[in-house]
C-alpha cells in the first residue's frame, strides 16, 4: 500500500532536481555575464583610463598583457582547484576575486597599480570555465549537457554586447572609476543568491575529492593533448573576429564607426545561436542514439565544414554578403566550441573533469595569445586577405586533431 505515497515523493523529487539544475544553469549564465563585463570595462574606458594616469599606448598595451598571462597561467590551475573544493566553493572564490579585483581597478593611481589589477582579475576569470562543466557535469544528464553549456556559454557573448552601452552609462553618469567599482561589486550580488542556490543533486555536500589528482595519466592521455591542441588551433579564429574583424571593417572596407557599432551585434547573435544550438544539435543526436563522445564529434565535424566558408571575405564582397559570412563563421566555431568542451565533460571522470578542462583551455588562451601577435604584424601590413585564408584552414585541422586524439578511446 505504500507504493503510490513512494512513486509520488520520488516524482516530487525529481521535480524539484529539474527546478534545481534550470536554476544553477541560470546562475551560470549570470557568470558569464559577468564575466565579459568585468573583463571588457578597462577595454571600453581606456581612453579616460590612460589619460587620468597618464599610460601611453605602449603602457596600455603591456597591461592587457599582463591580464592575458595571468589568464593563460591561471587555467593550469583553476581547473585542479574546482576539482578540490567543488563547483559551488570554487565558482564563489573565483568569481569574489576576480570582483574584488574588478573593483580595485576603480581605486588604482598609477600605472602600476592598474597592470596588478588586471593581473589578479586574468587569475580569477577563468574559474568560472572550469567550475561550470563540472556543475553540468553533477546536475545534468548526457543528453542535455550540451544545451546546458551552450546555454552558460552564451552568456560570455550577453555580457560583450550589453558591456559597450552599459560601461558607457555608468562612466558618463558616474565616472570610470565607479563604473569599475559597481560592476565589480555586482559579483558580490551573484554570489549570495549562488551560495543559496546551488546544490549538489544528491542534496550532500557539492561533489569534490579528497584524493590526490592523477596528473601523470593526465599528462600520458593524448585526448589531453590533442583536444588542448585542438582548442590552440581553432580559437584563434574568435579571437580574430572578436577582435579583429571590426577593425577589418573600418580600415579595408571603409565603414564608419558608427556604421560597424550599428551592425557588430550580427556576428555576437550569431556566436549565442551557434553556443546554443550547437548543444541543441549534440543533444538531438544522442536522443537519436548516437553515443554522446561520437555526437559531439559529429557536430564538431559540421562546424569544421563550414567555418572555411569565411575565406570567401577574401574576395571583398559586399557589405551584406561580407556580414554574412562573418556571422556564419562566428556560429560555426562556436558550435565547435561548445561541443569541445562537452565532449570532456564525457570523457573523463567526474573527480578530475575540472582539472582536464582547465588543462585544455589553457590551449585556446595560449593560442589566442600567440595568434594576435601573428594577427598584429599581418594586418599591419594590409595582408587580410592571407588572414581569412589562414583562418579558413583552422577548424578543419583542428577537427582532425581532435579525431584522431579520441579515436578508439570513446
Request: aromatic share 12%; charged share 10%; hydrophobic share 55%.
Amino acid at each position: 500500500m505504500q507504493a503510490p505515497a513512494v512513486a509520488t515523493n520520488e516524482a516530487e523529487a525529481g521535480v524539484r532536481a529539474s527546478k534545481l539544475r534550470w536554476a544553477i544553469l541560470a546562475m551560470l549564465f549570470a557568470a558569464t555575464v559577468l564575466n565579459y563585463v568585468d573583463r571588457q570595462t578597462l577595454s571600453i574606458l581606456a581612453s579616460s583610463v590612460q589619460q587620468d594616469l597618464g599610460i601611453d599606448d605602449v603602457g596600455y598595451a603591456r597591461i592587457v598583457q599582463y591580464f592575458l598571462i595571468a589568464y593563460a597561467i591561471s587555467y593550469l590551475f583553476a581547473g585542479w582547484v574546482t576539482d578540490k573544493l567543488g563547483a559551488r566553493v570554487s565558482l564563489a572564490l573565483f568569481l569574489g576575486w576576480w570582483s574584488l579585483a574588478n573593483m580595485a581597478t576603480g581605486w588604482v593611481r598609477n600605472a602600476g597599480q592598474l597592470g596588478f589589477a588586471r593581473l589578479m582579475l586574468g587569475v580569477g576569470e577563468p574559474g568560472v570555465y572550469t567550475a561550470g562543466p563540472k556543475a553540468v557535469a553533477e546536475h545534468f544528464p548526457p543528453a542535455e549537457r550540451g544545451f546546458a553549456l551552450g546555454v552558460y556559454t552564451a552568456g560570455a557573448m550577453v555580457g560583450a554586447t550589453i558591456a559597450p552601452p552599459l560601461i558607457a552609462w555608468l562612466a558618463l553618469s558616474y565616472g570610470w572609476r565607479a563604473a569599475f567599482v559597481i560592476t565589480g561589486a555586482a559579483g558580490f550580488v551573484w554570489l549570495v543568491v549562488w551560495l543559496f542556490v546551488y546544490r549538489s543533486p544528491d542534496g550532500a555536500q557539492p561533489a569534490r575529492t579528497t584524493e590526490p589528482i592523477a596528473w601523470g595519466s593526465i599528462l600520458r592521455d593524448r585526448r589531453v593533448w590533442g583536444l588542448g591542441a585542438a582548442r590552440l588551433i581553432a580559437d584563434p579564429v574568435w579571437y580574430f573576429y572578436l577582435f579583429w574583424f571590426p577593425k577589418y571593417l573600418t580600415d579595408d572596407r571603409g565603414m564608419t564607426l558608427i556604421q560597424v557599432a550599428s551592425l557588430a551585434w550580427i556576428v555576437y547573435l550569431a556566436a549565442d545561436l551557434g553556443s546554443i544550438g550547437g548543444g541543441w544539435f549534440s543533444g538531438r543526436l544522442i536522443r537519436g542514439g548516437i553515443a554522446p563522445p561520437r555526437s559531439r564529434l559529429i557536430a564538431m565535424g559540421c562546424a569544421a565544414l563550414v567555418a572555411p566558408l569565411g575565406m570567401l571575405i577574401a574576395l571583398k564582397l559586399g557589405t551584406a554578403p561580407t556580414l554574412a559570412l562573418g556571422a556564419l563563421v562566428a556560429f560555426a566555431h562556436l558550435v565547435f566550441q561548445v561541443n569541445i568542451g562537452v565532449l570532456v565533460v564525457d570523457l573523463f571522470p567526474m573527480r578530475n573533469v575540472a582539472t582536464v578542462f582547465g588543462l585544455i583551455a589553457a590551449g585556446s588562451a595560449f593560442g589566442g595569445f600567440a595568434s594576435t601577435y601573428v594577427v598584429g604584424q599581418l594586418a599591419s601590413t594590409g595582408a587580410y586577405s592571407g588572414i581569412f585564408l589562414l583562418m579558413g584552414m583552422l577548424h578543419p585541422a583542428a577537427w582532425l586533431i581532435a579525431w584522431l586524439s579520441t579515436r578508439g578511446k570513446q
